[in-house]
Nanobody, 120 residues
Framework: QVQLVESGGGLVQPGGSLRLSCAAS????????MGWYRQAPGKQRELVAT???????NYADSVKGRFTISRDNAKNTMYLQMNSLKPEDTAVYYC??????????????WGQGTQVTVSS
């Protein structure tokens, strides 16, 4: 059993900042790639940013220079620092992880999502 639990969402004014966290727990051996995705009402889920176990990162063009993804492998936790937030960043943000389980099976998991609303 693996769980990904997001936290840190909320309501913020345009130009403001939020920091999301995603904590992984359960019976896994290692986490390969972790990522943040988001889904706005009426739109498809889209990639925000990913980070490998070696800290290589990738960002969507729409968030480059404003968002920073990081991870603490010792705590099995990933973060997303979001600065200069815009109304178009409003969405449910989901955590994703690609893992090697204790059973030596590779599988991927999603968190339940956390709402981010950018509005004045």
């Amino acid at each position: 059993q693996v769980q990904l639990v997001e936290s840190g969402g909320g309501l913020v004014q345009p130009g403001g900042s939020l920091r999301l966290s995603c904590a992984a727990s359960g019976r896994f051996f290692t986490i390969y790639v972790m990522g943040w995705y988001r889904q706005a009402p009426g739109k498809q889920r889209e990639l925000v940013a990913t980070i490998t176990s070696g800290d290589s990162t990738n960002y969507a063009d729409s968030v480059k220079g404003r968002f920073t993804i990081s991870r603490d492998n010792a705590k099995n936790t990933m973060y997303l620092q979001m600065n200069s937030l815009k109304p178009e960043d409003t969405a449910v943000y989901y955590c994703h992880a690609d893992m090697l389980l204790i059973s030596r099976v590779r599988d991927d998991y999603w968190g339940q999502g956390t709402q981010v609303t950018v509005s004045s």
